[in-house]
């Protein structure tokens, strides 16, 4: 059960359920000036039950109009796992009536798990179709989490799916009959665990050329690991994805543990993936009263050239902030031995944009007038560390409080000046380091909104409060 607290947690701009739990976002759509965003829910309570999907919508990806339960648990087939959703142009189902439906697929969990769809022609109201399931299982215990994709190289519909320890391909004309093509990632996975949600999706190398990318979220059973999202490039031939352009060690989308079965929008112009902001190992107790589970933000998805070789950078959607730079103190003459230069801010509460830019080591320091602290750091060794181990309440899990959930480093994987950006929003820090190379989500708890920020170190530092709108 979630512990009681007193405080407010409940993020401005990232989505939360008005009451009851979230994991996996689901069905993520863009149509006509609408995203869409479903999730895995539970109404009744704010920890994990019978799963139900729900359902809002947005015009900005900042604010969200919750439009109630999508999806309930089905008698016959069981819970609704997670899944993905399409526009199917053309009507290629059938299950239109005289408009290009929307089709929901997901994951049936009942004594097996298969796969199911639903429709909706307003895109409001979904029915789930009366041949269920589409992809029958009765062999493997792990089968879920169906990603459609439109196929333009076999003109037809691709579905990816998790499958234990690989990820399975089956294609279709008609969303409805469905044939497997293709298997990937027993022998690829760099991590272990149990294969979920994935994704696959072409971006342009810097090159020009095109790079598939697969995502994968890997169930890693705590406190061994915590659950980590992977990713893989190389190439789709239509039935099945290849690893051409394999790393020594497994890519990581997000070097923090609150960004878990992120996957992106079908229909939309660029590559925007948005991910579940919590990690499994505590969240149905983190101290959030009502609601449990928030969604990071929406990050747009590009591919770069980096000192690690070609990876995945994330460019988040936010709302304005007006970021100023904050003065320099200056230093004591004459300067006394060990001096570490300081730059002091105030911040706006619960809502800003933080961003260091150094040459060299430095430590930025979130605090309260409690004392408690959220360190970013970029070390001598030029690794990003994300440290909470002060930064709020944290006796509610054990996990949450341990040494590998409460600090996490990842490597630079650029020279030069760092460019650090947070991304704060009550309860979830959000750090894009060399524009978005290596990232890091990470939830706090802090008793009091943080008020200051303090640079360690030689460095820039700005603060941003959001932008007043003009209206
Ligand atoms: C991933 C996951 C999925 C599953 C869903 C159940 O976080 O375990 O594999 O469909 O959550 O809620």
Known sequence: MSTQGNRDYRPAYHYAPPAGWINDPNG????????????????????????????????????????????????????????SAVIDRGNTSGLGHGVDPMILMYTSHGKNEQQSIAYS????HFTPYEGNPVIANTAQKDFRDPKVIRNDKLGCWTVVIAAGDHVEFHASDDLIHWRKTGEFGAKENRLGGVFECPDLFPLTAPDGSTVWVLIASMALQAPFGGHRTQYFLGAFDGETFHETIPAQHARLLDSGYDNYAAVTFFGAEKRMLLGWGMAWAYADRTPTNEFCGVMTYARELSLVDTDDGLQLSSAPVTPEFDLREIEAQTPPSPLPRHYVPKTVGELPADLFHVRVEADQAFTLALSNEDGEVLNVSISTEQKLVVDRSKAGRSGFSPIFDSGLFAVTTAQRTARGKATVDIYFDRMIAEIFTDHGTVCNSTVVFPEKPYSKATLWGEGKLYIGGVKESAD
């Open 28 to 83: 993520l759509t863009y149509e006509n000036g609408i995203w869409h965003l479903f999730a895995q829910h539970y109404p009744d309570a704010p920890v994990w039950g019978p799963m139900h999907w729900i359902h809002a919508t947005s015009t900005d990806l900042l604010n969200w109009q919750d439009q109630g339960i999508a999806l309930a648990p089905d008698e016959k087939l069981g819970a609704i796992f997670s899944g």
């Open 121 to 124: 022609d307003d895109r409001m």
